[in-house]
């Protein structure tokens, strides 16, 4: 993997230009529709200026969500932030602890781990959902928002978003299924894409099981999409939906056609609004997901 060039800039200079937009990535990227009228319409992602202080921000953002959230309630978020900001490695117990938080994804320094992969594809995830839980899309609210998992090889959905949407009468609400990957090489995304279509069509029903379980005590009317996600999905209802989001270096950003192969591994999913697609475009995702890694170091 590239090396990260988180010394660029430090964690406090980031976190203060992160600060200044109020922790949110969405400030630092635009977002351009494409395929408007195609069966899968899709999103580009990319950096509004591609400065170091924009990007080094934008790492720490998803540095500082990831420590969070993977945290919890214990103490180690708080150490880990402080540190990082002081520029004060921990040491002993509290270092100890906040190691564990991180170490199954990004490994310990100076090596991190073996899977090159990792990270990128981590990462890709974290941008994914930051940038679902900013979006604003009219008469649309974010009801439930699957962070994502404690491991990067853990099996189940890579993304999952319940929006609660207002219509004339009444309130409803839909959901989106999402595979999201990361394409790092040279030439077309095409096949990444097709093969996250593929992984959707093929598990799924298998991913929407284990989500109904997983959100079973959802209260309200929540839990009463919960009781029926298998079934909905089952029979393509309108109210479910399936989404791909590739991350991917900048000169690999796809033409208009890119997503026109979804509707083909999902042939059910034929109503309008169903089918999504995303492509965060990033110059040089490696070193810029190895630059988040850096972040999540800089404590140790």
């Not at 929006?163 to 990957?181: G, M």
């Not at 169903?274 to 492509?279: D, E, H, K, N, S």
Request: proline fraction near 5%; include cysteine.
């Amino acid at each position: 993997m590239t090396q990260p060039d988180v010394l660029a800039v430090s964690a406090a200079d980031a976190d203060q230009a992160a600060a200044a937009y109020g922790y949110e990535v969405s400030p630092f990227m635009t977002r351009t529709a494409q395929a408007t009228d195609a069966a899968c319409p899709w999103q580009l992602i990319g950096f509004t200026d591609d400065g170091v202080l924009e990007r080094a921000a934008v790492a720490w953002i998803i540095a500082d969500a990831v420590m969070k959230n993977r945290a919890g309630h214990t103490r180690a978020y708080q150490w880990w932030r402080d540190a990082a900001l002081d520029a004060r490695p921990l040491s002993g117990d509290q270092a100890r602890l906040v190691e564990s938080f991180m170490q199954s994804v990004f490994g310990l320094p100076p090596k991190g781990t073996d899977a090159d992969d990792h990270v990128p594809g981590y990462v890709g995830e974290w941008l994914w959902y930051l940038l679902t839980r900013e979006e604003r899309v009219a008469g649309h609210e974010v009801a439930l928002l699957d962070p994502p998992s404690w491991s990067v090889t853990e099996g189940g959905a890579d993304g999952f978003v319940v929006h609660r949407i207002a219509a004339a009468t009444d309130t409803s609400l839909i959901f989106k299924l999402w595979e999201i990957k990361k394409f790092t090489g040279g030439g077309s995304v095409s096949a990444t894409i097709t093969s996250a279509a593929t992984q959707l069509a093929r598990r799924g029903g298998e991913y929407i099981a284990k989500l109904s379980w997983v959100n079973a005590a959802q209260p309200g009317d929540l839990g009463q999409l919960m009781s029926e996600l298998t079934e909905l999905w089952m029979r393509a209802d309108p109210r479910g939906g399936a989404g791909v989001s590739v991350s991917t270096n900048t000169a690999s950003a796809p033409k208009r056609s890119a997503f026109t192969q979804v509707p083909t591994y999902l042939p059910d999913l034929v109503h309008e609004g169903q089918l999504r697609g995303l492509i965060v475009a990033v110059e040089d995702f490696s070193a810029f997901a190895a630059s988040v890694r850096g972040y999540v170091w800089s404590a140790l």
